[in-house]
């Protein structure tokens, strides 16, 4: 048994020198832990990481539109290139894509990037964009927004406002998130990073908010009132009286109407005319007078002091 122990630690050379030479997690600053050095990356998976293949196939298929079809035919060679560790069919008669792992397969998350491309290929989604899913620090995000407005006019509306003119409001917000967008019917596909991925999602709650809460079925609305512990004669009785109540609401707006038309208008008030004041009171003898004297004289006469006036004269050039 001895012997067995010392050659296990025999076959692990340089072990104790090593694990003497890692710095310990005390001697170290916290903020020197905390900190991540700039334009550090995590290192890529490679054949290294996993010399073992895997022992299950695993397979994931999707379905894409009709319209579809001419776009995938041509560039299907590529997808195919692009998976050459994978395997990789299309179906153009059942119209669906399908990617299934392989014995060379030695990344096992690579499926789920495979599933992610076929989806986003289904989606309207050119194959240059498609492809960024390889990328370590990439994610897509398939959302789909037509359940969450339920009048079809007010959901293209605001499907339209998400979009923008000339697709601007789109642009703005692939700046933004450092994503590409792409809205598509029913749903809304992004690819890039993560935390783009999530500004992108928030943009989408504020567009396109959830629908609201469920009405209240019968049962509740009885549960609440009390009516649903009620007997069938107590609910009877309550229906009729619901009944009864309505019938003479009714008949009162009936008589009302009808009364309407015998209630006399209004009449405006008589206005009376104001006294004239002392200080603007007006002499209707001198007017009189004036219109006498008016009348008497003949156009183009001399007033009296006139004629005395001009008698005078005569009686001088007389003498």
């Given at each position: 048994m001895a012997s067995s122990t010392f050659n296990r630690s025999a076959t692990v050379p340089g072990k104790s020198e090593f694990c003497n030479q890692m710095p310990k997690p005390e001697d170290q600053d916290e903020s020197e832990l905390l900190t991540v050095p700039?334009?550090?990356k995590e290192p890529g998976f490679s054949t290294e990481g996993n010399p073992r293949r895997p022992l299950e196939e695993r397979s994931f298929a999707?379905?894409?539109?009709?319209?579809?079809?001419?776009?995938l035919k041509e560039?299907?060679?590529l997808v195919q290139k692009t998976l050459n560790e994978y395997h990789a069919t299309l179906d153009l008669t059942e119209v669906s894509m399908t990617v299934c792992t392989t014995k060379r397969t030695f990344n096992p998350y690579i499926i789920i990037r495979t599933r992610d491309l076929i989806k986003l290929l289904a989606r309207s989604i050119s194959f240059e964009q498609a492809a960024w899913i390889f990328q370590d620090d990439v994610a897509c995000d398939i959302i789909k927004i037509g359940s969450l407005v339920k009048n079809k006019e007010r959901f293209v509306k605001r499907r339209q406002c998400l979009i923008g003119p000339k697709r601007s409001?789109?642009?703005a917000l692939e700046r933004l998130t450092n994503c590409y967008i792409m809205v598509q019917g029913n749903t809304v596909s992004a690819i890039?990073?993560?935390?783009?991925l999530k500004e992108k999602k928030t943009v989408k709650k504020e567009y396109i908010p959830f629908p609201p809460p469920q009405p209240e079925s019968q049962i509740d609305k009885e549960l609440a009132s009390d009516e649903y512990f009620l007997k069938a004669s107590q609910k009877k009785r309550q229906k009729i009286e619901a009944i009864k109540a309505k019938q003479t609401e009714a008949l009162s707006k009936r008589q009302e109407a009808r009364n309407k038309a015998f209630i006399p208008r209004k009449e405006k008030p008589i206005l009376t005319p104001k006294e004239a004041s002392t200080e603007t009171k007006i002499d209707v003898a001198a007017i009189k007078e004036n219109l006498k004297k008016a009348k008497n004289k003949k156009l183009g006469a001399l007033t009296a002091e006139e004629t005395k006036l001009k008698m005078e004269v005569d009686e001088?050039?007389?003498k």
């Open positions: 700039d334009g550090w999707t379905l894409f539109p009709e319209s579809r079809n001419a776009y560039y299907w060679p409001t789109l642009k890039g990073p993560f935390s783009g001088k050039k007389k």
